[in-house]
Nanobody, 124 residues
């Protein structure tokens, strides 16, 4: 059974940085396309970033483009999200997600495996 465990969330001031990690166990990490999503209170879960199986292809939501960087280390079975120039509107619970079907569909419903989430709070 595949398990995803996020870490690295916390409280940071606007303009600061955080790096989220997502450790994957119970499966062959390199066969999964991976993504980051977030959900703010009272809002729907939204797509943040995606990375292909090899790490050679990435895609970002317009709201984070140029500020966030997704990466993966297949040897360590870990996904990362480097978040720079954080804004109060980035405050949310951040989730990592995985799926073994290769696709460019970034809707949350297209990812079969999810972590429990990590809270990111950006103060103004």
């Amino acid at each position: 059974q595949v398990q995803l465990i996020e870490s690295g969330g916390g409280l940071v001031q606007a303009g600061g940085s955080l790096r989220l990690s997502c450790a994957v166990s119970g499966g062959t990490f390199s066969i999964y396309r991976m993504g980051w999503f977030r959900q703010a209170p009272g809002k729907e879960r939204e797509f943040v970033a995606h990375i292909s199986r090899s790490g050679g292809s990435t895609y970002y939501a317009d709201s984070v483009k140029g500020r966030f960087t997704i990466s993966r280390d297949n040897a360590k079975k870990t996904l990362y999200l480097q978040m720079n120039s954080l804004k109060p509107e980035d405050t949310a619970v951040y989730y990592c997600a995985a799926d073994h079907v290769d696709s460019s569909d970034y809707r949350a419903s297209r990812y079969g495996y999810w972590g429990q989430g990590t809270q990111v709070t950006v103060s103004s």
